[in-house]
């Protein structure tokens, strides 16, 4: 289905020359005298590279069909990912350059959103926060829970992130899987 480039909007997906993209930026400058352009910055969500790319305000571009599955996160196993549909009980392994980030914030049992087009997996999509245990922290000190005072912790996953000096080891912690920060207290 064709669309037109005015519509595109970060987090459009797109098909340019047989390979998918998706929409990081958009700018649309309106010329002096002249017509208006459209100025993207688009990922390839096969190599992860991105690359700006300039059209004219009447250009069209093909939108890319992205199935969107429903998938729970159940093992790995070495550097594979395993996921299973929720609905055909198909398991799928996924290899780290793939999924991205995503071990990051899941764990065994979660159900996360995988993307595909034409049958081959090109993504995992997280949604904007998590909770997570601390599994391992420094002490705070008394007095400090007033405090901006930030250390490092470990949560369940591996992943490190910095938190408040009056997180404890034991309580649930709401991260932002973009950018891996410290919201709140789950």
């Known amino acids: 289905m064709s669309i037109a480039v005015t519509e595109l909007r970060p987090g459009t997906t797109i098909e340019l020359d047989k390979q998918v993209f998706t929409v990081v930026e958009y700018n649309h400058i309106k010329m002096g005298r002249g017509g208006a352009i459209v100025r993207v910055k688009l990922k390839n969500l096969d190599t992860g590279n991105s690359t700006e790319k300039t059209f004219k305000s009447n250009d069209k571009v093909e939108r890319a069909h992205i199935e969107r599955k429903q998938m729970q996160f159940i093992f790995i196993s070495g550097d594979e990912y ?17 999924i991205g980030d995503a071990p990051n914030y899941i764990k065994e049992g979660d159900i996360v959103q995988i993307n595909m087009h034409e049958g081959r997996v090109i993504g995992v999509e997280l949604p904007a926060s998590v909770a997570l245990k601390v599994k391992e922290t420094g002490s705070g000190f008394k007095g400090d829970s007033v405090s901006n005072i930030m250390k490092p912790a470990t949560l369940e996953t591996g992943f490190v992130t910095q938190v408040p000096m009056f997180v404890k080891e034991g309580e649930m912690v709401l991260v932002n899987t973009k950018t891996g920060a410290y919201i709140e207290r789950a």
């Not at 009980?89 to 996924?94: G, R, S, T």
Request: charged share 30%.
């Open 82 to 98: 395993n996921f299973m549909d929720q609905e055909t009980f198909e398991q799928f392994a996924l290899t780290k350059d793939i």
